[in-house]
T-cell receptor, first 119, second 112 residues
Framework: AQKVTQAQTEISVVEKEDVTLDCVYE???????LFWYKQPPSGELVFLIR??????QNEISGRYSWNFQKSTSSFNFTITASQVVDSAVYFC????????????????FGTGTRLQVTL | NAGVTQTPKFQVLKTGQSMTLQCAQD?????MSWYRQDPGMGLRLIHY???????DQGEVPNGYNVSRSTTEDFPLRLLSAAPSQTSVYFC???????????FGSGTQLSVL
């Protein structure tokens, strides 16, 4: 069975601080996908990134970066120079591979980390 | 550019009532699914469908029914609502080629 653990329930930072959200996963599959979604106070779910298990390269997108380490089964998310607009709940998720059967779309979510960025 | 549309946005039910949460997508996606979001529990998969006429259970299917008569629509039925079904419900769709899940805006359901 798959499992995603986000041990940090809530994090508070002051604007411009860097913050890292942790994600640890468990799966018996050798091929899988990892995701991060953002849920702002308005409630919608915003896709941030998807990585497949073959690609361990770190990714940077503006102030966001992701560190994928298969050796520790972690897929951590760092926000550099945080801003108030980053305040949201962030979910890490995992799916099997197998695009042709739709299994890649069956996501197992972590419980989320609420990030509060204050001035 | 509608994407995934859920209705209603808010609903209050009494215990024992039935209702259907509607979900429609206009992206011709094969895959559709329903999740519920509860405080401290993240999102959990209720039911999913890999195409018209094909549905399957997710992690928490009890108390819910689904059907998929068309590619576009995937309604979620509560036959006899219970307070334990108070939650926020999200519908999602994706295509098999990209495997990216697009979510609707959610339905907040309260069962009294």
């Amino acid at each position: 069975a798959q499992k995603v653990t986000q041990a940090q329930t809530e994090i508070s930072v002051v604007e411009k601080e860097d913050v890292t959200l942790d994600c640890v996963y468990e799966t018996r599959d050798t091929t899988y996908y990892l995701f991060w979604y953002k849920q702002p106070p308005s409630g919608e779910l915003v896709f941030l990134i998807r990585r497949n298990s073959f690609d361990e390269q770190n990714e940077i997108s503006g102030r966001y970066s992701w560190n994928f380490q298969k050796s520790t089964s972690s897929f951590n998310f760092t926000i550099t120079a945080s801003q108030v607009v980053d305040s949201a709940v962030y979910f890490c998720a995992l799916s099997e591979a197998g695009l042709n059967t739709g299994t890649a779309s069956k996501l197992t979510f972590g419980t989320g980390t609420r990030l509060q960025v204050t001035l | 550019n509608a994407g995934v549309t859920q209705t209603p946005k808010f609903q209050v039910l009494k215990t024992g009532q039935s209702m259907t949460l509607q979900c429609a997508q206009d992206m011709n996606h094969e895959y559709m699914s329903w999740y519920r979001q509860d405080p401290g529990m993240g999102l959990r998969l209720i039911h999913y469908s890999v195409g018209a006429g094909i549905t399957d259970q997710g992690e928490v299917p009890n108390g819910y029914n689904v059907s998929r008569s068309t590619t576009e629509d995937f309604p979620l039925r509560l036959l006899s609502a219970a307070p334990s079904q108070t939650s926020v419900y999200f519908c999602a769709s994706s295509d098999f080629d990209r495997g990216l899940l697009f979510f609707g805006s959610g339905t907040q359901l309260s069962v009294l």
